[in-house]
């Protein structure tokens, strides 16, 4: 297994196969102390900006253009830290502080990427706040959804290609000597350190976009706050100056707080590197994410109130005075109307408005989402923890456990919520918002499992070529087309979806808001939207077509190999996916393949099918009689008890 590993990952330019973290300190009663600090820390940040992603998804308040950033600002730190945190935390606890070089491209990929995101959505912010205190009267037609939107997926975009350039351009960087890494993760500056071939090229790189990623968007960001400032000055009223500058005074101190860390890091030589720049690292890459939901929510009165009623309910609700709430309802709905038709809100009625039935789901649900959660973070910890498995097949399961997560929180909370509540209201912006996460997830789900496809055809039918055909930048890069065709794909039928108008009922008898269930309930022309679904369906269909041909020439190979224990050993390798496969597409199906005018509370069950007992089933079938799983499950539970049992 170790040696195929080793072929796996050998697949770099230079003789490296993996690195050594050393960390901050060596000394075990250090470590001891770091271990604590670091789980406490991470543990914080986790439950911070979960809370802050929970109280503006269920609070329709808070349903504005700020708030959207915000979740999505905390989404990126949740990210930020788990990229880097449990592996710090797996060295302090173990003596093998070694990372493999497949390991390490990976987590600096995602470093680059999510900090290049948190950068961009900080500068979107800012715009946000400019437009609020100094054009109020444009800002509903200036922040539409359909451009909030737009901004977050060119943010997206421009962080995954710039991650993506800078790990391709390390992927060909020789390295020899020492490679002992005296960082808490892989960082580029770090690895450049220990190159010993010409860098020139990434250092190129690395100023002239970091100039125009970071210090352009840095430099926006001063000359809106020096708009903000002088439009906050003509203000004649002092308390109307403090309300205005309050809404913009938290992200004031996140970027202080962001963009001080990086310069006391990166502004310097890189040969004057040393442990305290590791010491410094710990400021932006645990510090500023943990702090984030803290600055925002500490004199915030908005958050204050949504996250009162999320952990308090109705008692909670019942402390404000009514005035203050028909105030909030009267900004609310000034904020979510500005859509094409008349409709603020749907309602989700679900599969039964009996409260019998609804209890009963309540528990089903939340029973299946809990396990979806723990099956899938089990599947990703162990794959992560485990260098045996940084292989390219795990790596794209690694992937797809993290898209079935995405994906079941995105409808599934919010079910849940209402099965508990008399409110079964979710705003219209709240709507698209699940729409587009819906169809970029599915959309990123059938990707994967098309490329997962194409491994298995390689693995079998060409397995002498299988470790230059699926090197680690040809993965990365595979990864980064499907992220950046679902997101494309999202959006598309996203914003078309803005444009239609509703009228009528806008009751929807639906788990949540579906594309074929929103187009029930138009009143305009929406032929456009039907031409681009068709669109959709050539894109899923051509994937399930690729994966078919595959599976026909893998199953002729397999056939082609004399020996019965060879034949299976090879089909056992692929009969994982072939499982998740049938039941994914098969679910997808029973739903699409029928007319639009025939859809009914039956397709409403059917649903249930792809969005929640897929995700829930892709972890068990694939560890059910998967040895390689199997063993990293138990060493990542039992650790050296495990090792020696085996």
């Known amino acids: 297994m170790l040696q195929m590993v080793e072929k796996m990952d050998g697949g770099n330019q230079s003789a490296v196969s993996e690195f050594?973290?050393?960390?901050?300190?060596?000394?075990?009663?250090?470590?001891?102390v770091l271990f604590w600090m670091f789980l406490s820390m991470y543990l914080v940040t986790v439950v911070g900006n979960v809370l802050i992603i929970l109280a503006i998804s269920f609070d329709s308040r808070l349903h504005t253009p700020m708030y959207f950033f915000l979740a999505n600002l905390s989404f990126t730190d949740l990210f930020f830290v788990t990229n880097t945190i449990p592996k710090v935390l797996v060295n302090l606890q173990s003596q093998n502080k070694a990372i493999s070089y497949v390991g390490c491209l990976t987590q600096l990929y995602f470093l680059v990427s999510l900090v290049t995101l948190d950068n961009l959505i900080l500068a979107t912010m800012a715009y946000d706040r400019y437009v609020a205190i100094c054009h109020p009267l444009h800002y509903v037609t200036a922040m539409s959804p359909g451009l909030c939107m737009l901004l977050l997926t060119s943010c997206l975009v421009i962080s995954v290609i710039y991650g993506l350039t800078l790990t391709l351009l390390m992927s060909r960087v020789n390295f020899c000597g020492a490679r002992k890494i005296h960082y808490i993760f892989c960082e580029m500056y770090v690895l450049l350190r220990l190159a010993c071939s010409n860098t020139q090229i990434n250092h190129t790189v690395l100023i002239a976009t970091g100039i125009f990623i970071f210090l352009t968007p840095f430099g926006f960001m001063i000359v809106s706050y020096v708009r903000i400032v002088r439009a906050i000055l003509r203000i004649p009223s002092a308390s109307s100056k403090y309300k205005a500058f309050s809404t913009c005074a938290s992200h004031l101190a996140v970027v202080t707080l962001f963009y001080g860390t990086l310069c006391m890091v990166y502004l310097k030589p890189l040969h004057t590197y040393s442990l305290k720049?590791?010491?410094?690292?710990?400021?932006?890459?645990?510090?500023?994410?943990?702090?984030?939901?803290?600055?925002?929510?500490?004199?915030?009165?908005?958050?204050?109130?949504?996250?009162?009623?999320?952990?308090?309910?109705?008692?909670?609700?019942?402390?404000?005075?009514?005035?203050?709430?028909?105030?909030?309802?009267?900004?609310?709905?000034?904020?979510?109307?500005?859509?094409?038709s008349g409709v603020s809100e749907f309602l989700l009625l679900g599969l039964s408005e009996s409260p019998e039935?609804?209890?009963?789901?309540?528990?089903?649900?939340?029973?299946?989402?809990?396990?979806?959660v723990v099956g899938n973070v089990l599947i990703i910890l162990a794959i992560s923890f485990d260098s045996r498995l940084h292989t390219p097949m795990y790596f794209f399961l690694v992937n797809l456990s993290f898209t079935d997560l995405f994906f079941v929180t995105n409808t599934i909370p919010k079910m849940l919520v209402n099965l508990q509540s008399q409110n079964k209201a979710i705003s219209y912006v709240g709507c698209l918002t699940q729409l587009y996460f819906l169809v970029s997830l599915a959309t990123l789900d059938n990707l994967i499992l098309a490329t997962l496809a194409y491994d298995r055809y390689v693995a079998i039918c060409r397995p002498l070529h299988y470790v230059m055909a699926m090197s680690p930048g040809l993965c990365m890069l595979l990864l980064t087309s499907c992220l950046v065709i679902s997101v494309i794909y999202g959006l598309t039928l996203t914003l078309l979806m803005s444009r239609v108008n509703f009228c009528g009922a806008r009751k929807i008898h639906y788990i949540f808001c579906e594309m074929y269930v929103l187009l029930r309930l138009a009143c305009s022309n929406i032929q456009i939207n039907q031409t681009v679904i068709a669109t959709g369906c050539f894109i899923f269909f051509t994937r399930l077509g690729f994966m078919i041909m595959s599976y026909v020439r893998i199953i002729r190979a397999i056939l082609q190999i004399p020996s019965a224990t060879s034949k299976y050993k090879a089909f056992s390798t692929c009969a994982s996916h072939l499982a998740v496969v049938t039941l994914f597409y098969g679910t997808l199906c029973m739903i699409y393949l029928k007319p639009l005018h025939t859809y009914s509370l039956k397709d409403s069950v059917a649903t249930v099918m792809y969005t929640v007992v897929t995700p829930m089933m892709n972890?068990?079938?694939?560890?059910?009689?998967?040895?390689?799983?199997?063993?990293?499950?138990?060493?990542?539970?039992?650790?050296?008890?495990?090792?020696?049992?085996?």
């Open 20 to 32: 050594l973290l050393l960390g901050l300190s060596e000394s075990p009663e250090d470590q001891r």
């Open 277 to 340: 720049d590791s010491v410094a690292t710990v400021m932006y890459a645990v510090v500023t994410p943990m702090m984030n939901p803290f600055i925002y929510s500490l004199r915030n009165k908005d958050m204050h109130n949504a996250l009162g009623k999320l952990l308090l309910g109705k008692g909670f609700q019942r402390t404000f005075s009514k005035h203050l709430l028909v105030l909030m309802l009267q900004k609310v709905e000034k904020m979510d109307g500005s859509n094409q």
């Open 357 to 372: 039935d609804q209890r009963v789901l309540f528990w089903m649900f939340l029973s299946m989402y809990l396990v979806t």
């Open 619 to 646: 972890p068990f079938i694939y560890s059910l009689r998967n040895k390689d799983i199997h063993g990293a499950l138990g060493r990542l539970f039992l650790g050296k008890a495990f090792q020696r049992l085996i």
